[in-house]
Nanobody, 123 residues
Framework: QVQLVESGGGLVQAGGSLRLSCAASGRSFSSYAMGWFRQASGKERESVAAISWSGGSTAYTDSVKGRFTISRDNAKNTVYLQMDSLKPEDTAVYYC????????????????WGQGTQVTVSS
């Protein structure tokens, strides 16, 4: 029903910026809440940010507040994660996910997942 494809990952130096994009295929993209999750080597997957279907509400994990910004463009069926002031500890595989209904940051509530994109921050 919904397919998600992430892009924009890569290698960046600490203090730099990167913007991830998630392109969605489906007829009802605007009705889905969206989230970004990440998994670093040796760590559990964690929620990074989430956004409501309208884009009017967002949530961030404490470690990225003030540095990352989630946004969406429903006309383009795309959600973004702007990452500024990147730190080596931000290194992880980043995943885009979608769910029906109200947005939240619980991984198991999300119905569709992208393949992930690697973000590596060097010191």
């Amino acid at each position: 029903q919904v397919q998600l494809v992430e892009s924009g990952g890569g290698l960046v130096q600490a203090g730099g910026s990167l913007r991830l994009s998630c392109a969605a295929s489906g007829r009802s993209f605007s009705s889905y809440a969206m989230g970004w999750f990440r998994q670093a080597s040796g760590k559990e997957r964690e929620s990074v940010a989430a956004i409501s279907w309208s884009g009017g509400s967002t949530a961030y994990t404490d470690s990225v507040k003030g540095r990352f910004t989630i946004s969406r463009d429903n006309a383009k069926n795309t959600v973004y994660l702007q990452m500024d002031s990147l730190k080596p500890e931000d290194t992880a595989v980043y995943y885009c996910a979608a769910k029906r209904g109200p947005f939240d940051t619980t991984q198991r509530d999300y119905d569709y997942w992208g393949q992930g994109t690697q973000v590596t921050v060097s010191s």
